[in-house]
């Protein structure tokens, strides 16, 4: 069996986009923002698991999970970006693969939005483009993964 599974967890208030803050997150709800990475990880020929929670332990537990079951990580940490060291010490300990996507471009928003510790465990960070940087996440994290097949036997 090859693992296929690449997680795309979201963190706390992803659930409300498309009525918080339209101004500068958009109207795409996350359901839409699923269908897209659904999407893009079929014509990839990759199965995708797609979470979101408002709870820290939670995106660590996942992270967890995704070690054992995963080739990679999409995360959109929100606000656990800048505060939260025990997620990122997850994604260290993962030895995955992992891109960091924000909606918003954190370098143009107030100064506590600019400083991401998950950063440190990303091998990217696509941010400002909206919605589209889920997909080129996912785009970004399969064409890392042809070139390292250490990790799984067969891909793509």
Not at 43 to 49: E, F, K, P, T
Request: proline letters at 4%; a negative charge.
């Amino acid at each position: 069996m090859y693992l296929q599974d690449i997680y795309v967890l979201n963190g706390p208030n992803l659930n409300l986009l498309g009525k918080r803050e339209p101004h500068l997150y958009g109207h795409e709800t996350l359901a839409g923002i699923e269908k897209r990475c659904h999407r893009v990880c079929s014509s990839l020929g990759l199965d995708l698991i797609f979470r979101q929670t408002n709870h820290e332990g939670q995106l660590v537990d996942w992270v967890h999970e995704a070690r054992e079951h995963a080739i990679g990580i999409v995360i959109n940490p929100a606000g656990y970006s800048f505060t939260s060291v025990a997620l990122l010490d997850a994604l260290k300990a993962s030895e995955l693969p992992v891109v960091e996507v924000h909606i918003t471009n954190i370098h143009r928003r107030e100064s506590i939005y600019q400083k991401s510790l998950v950063s440190l465990a990303a091998l990217g960070v696509i941010c400002g483009v909206g919605p589209l940087g889920y997909e080129l996440a996912i785009t970004s994290l399969a064409d890392h993964l042809k070139s390292t097949p250490d990790r799984i036997a067969k891909i793509l």
